[in-house]
Each structure stands twice: as structure tokens, then as C-alpha cells.
């Protein structure tokens, strides 16, 4: 039996979204964040050592990483379903967005999370002038420009093909539904039409809604 220790509002919607598309049985281990701090429970370090989610069991088989439980899946039991035959451009475009999500994409919103709570920080009064400071001079000279840079690149990618790897939907589009959504709960979407596209249309297909039915919705704002 395949087994998902499944983190609320987490990068592990991935997992059960493909698992979904798939159609394969498995099992969810259900994990709140702490209240307070956000951050996962220590139970799930008696799963993997650095305590993350999502980890994927297949029998005695532990796989940890989003990208790589998927590429797992989806080359155990894809059955050349949701990736484009090896060798073409689309192969090619495929592995660079698994790898991009995180990446490249990730930390740039990380960055961008950072500045934003350094700034509304709960400090004393005589401080806030400083971590405000502190925050907007990380938002106007390092996230702003380089989010700027991304959403470009991604609408231009977007433009080329309805999906990230091409005309078809695959693997390359569930790792990169996290960072999207991310993306686009940050505010100003003006810029992002095509990016508002493909979350809509990820959001219509079953298996995504029955992935948030198993494990609740996808991401922490």
C-alpha cells in the first residue's frame, strides 16, 4: 500500500493530486501545523530525519522530496502517462520546470515571505520604523524585480503551449501548481493572465478535487 504523510496546506497536495490522476489506492497520514509557528509537528521526524513533508511509502520504500516522489510514481506506475516521450523537446521542457519550481522559483517567493513578515513584524513601537525599513528595501530592490523577471518568463512560457511542457498535461504541471498558486496570492495579478489561466484550469480537472477532499486545501497563505 502506498502511504502519503500529508502535511496540511503543504507541497504535498502534489502527491495526492498524481496519485489522483493515476488512479492508484493509498493511504493518508494526516499532520497539522503547529498553530503558532506554522511549521510541521516533530512527529514527522520520526518519518524522515529533517521532519518535512511530503514522504511517500511504497511497502519498505521511503521517498522524500515532492519532485522526486513524483518522477517515483510516475515511472513506477505512470505507464507513460503524464510525461512526454523521452528524447523530444517536450522531455526536455519537462525536466527543467520539475526542477524549476523549487529551484529557482521557491526561494525567490521564500525571500519574498521573509521581507513581507519582517516588515509587519510585532516589535516594539520604537522598532518598527527599522524592520519596515528593512522589509520594504527587500521588497523594492530584491523581491519585486526578480518576481518581475519570473512572472515574465512564465507568461512567455505559457504562451507557447497551454501547459508547461507542451500541448499535453503532465507531471511538469503538478510540481509547478504550488509555486503558482504562491505566486498569485501575493496580490497584483494584472500582470499574470495566463497564470490565472492555468490555476483555473488545474483546479477543474477531478483528480485535483479529489486530492483536496482527501487532504484539505493546497496552500498556506
Known sequence: MLKVHHLERSRSHRVLWLLEELGLPYE??????????????????????LGKSPVLTDGDTPVAESAAILEYLVE?????????PPGTPEAARY???LHYAEGSLM?????????QRIRKAPVPFFLRPVTGKIGGTLEQQLVRPNLTRHVGFLEAELARSPW???EAFSVADIQMSYPVEALLSRGDTTRMVRL??????????????????RGGPTFLE
Not at 506506475?77 to 512526454?84: A, D, L, N, V
Not at 526561494?107 to 521581507?115: G, N, R, T
Not at 490565472?196 to 477532499?213: H, M, N, S, W
Request: aromatic share 12%; proline share 11%; glycine share 6%.
Open 107 to 115: 526561494p525567490q517567493l521564500l525571500v519574498a515571505l521573509i521581507a
Open 95 to 97: 525536466r527543467y520546470f
Open 76 to 84: 513506477r506506475y505512470g505507464g507513460g502517462r503524464f510525461t512526454p
Open 196 to 213: 490565472k489561466d492555468f490555476l483555473a484550469r488545474i483546479r477543474e480537472r477531478p483528480a485535483y478535487q479529489r486530492a483536496v477532499e
Open 28 to 49: 493518508v497520514v494526516h499532520y497539522s501545523r503547529d498553530p503558532k509557528t506554522l511549521l510541521a509537528p516533530p512527529e514527522l521526524a520520526q518519518v524522515h530525519p
Open 164 to 166: 508547461f511542457a507542451g
